[in-house]
């Protein structure tokens, strides 16, 4: 099954990253519009902070025993949120401190997108027009509009559209892994 395919390499992935200790996963079958495939959800442990600088996540990704590809994957996207969040807040990225971005369980996240998309092989990627949400979404930074800030900076050339809906659509982690995969639009 799927599911028997992508647990070692899911599991392997948080070993390499350091992350073993730190976060809980889980993988479960989930369905979305009629459509089945696989969910993994992170837990983090209840002892963990939920704040760190960009700097200390490149540290720990460059310093783990994760491959290269996967590496450059992992930095590329987090330099993307750096970036959109250091323009949203009128900073440099050495000085973005990731709030929910920086808890262990994002991190676990984007690291294993990385792994699942650098297993894939060379890949041409397209989408079609993104649905944008409305509404409020509540941060550390009190409620922001959806889309947050730095997902509207993120999606910037990308073809988007509102589809009515309430609540955040994509989250700035989305944003960040589709602007590192240039799909074709």
Do not use: Y
């Not at 647990?7 to 369905?31: R, Y």
């Not at 442990?45 to 996540?57: E, K, L, M």
């Not at 369980?105 to 792994?115: E, H, R, W």
Request: glycine share 8%.
């Amino acid at each position: 099954s799927m599911r028997d395919d992508l647990t070692p390499l899911i599991d392997e992935t948080i070993s390499a990253a350091g992350l073993k200790e730190i976060v809980n996963l889980e993988i479960v079958p989930g369905v979305d519009h009629h459509i089945a495939g696989l969910r993994f959800n992170v837990f983090e442990g209840a002892n963990n902070t939920d704040h760190r600088s960009h700097a200390d996540i490149q540290s720990h990704i460059t310093h783990c025993q994760l491959s290269e590809s996967i590496k450059e994957r992992s930095l590329d996207i987090f330099l993307l949120l750096a970036n959109a969040e250091a323009e949203v807040h009128d900073c440099r990225v050495e000085d973005v401190k990731f709030h929910e971005l920086g808890a262990w369980d994002s991190i676990a996240d984007i690291v294993i997108a990385a792994a699942l998309i650098d297993g894939l092989g060379p890949a041409n990627w397209s989408i079609s027009s993104l649905p944008l949400g409305h509404g409020l979404v509540e941060t550390q930074h009190g409620f922001l509009p959806v889309p947050a800030p730095a997902t509207s900076l993120l999606l910037s050339g990308f073809a988007c559209h509102m589809d009515g809906q309430p609540g955040e659509r994509i989250t700035p982690t989305g944003a960040a892994l589709l602007k590192h995969l240039a799909p074709l639009s």
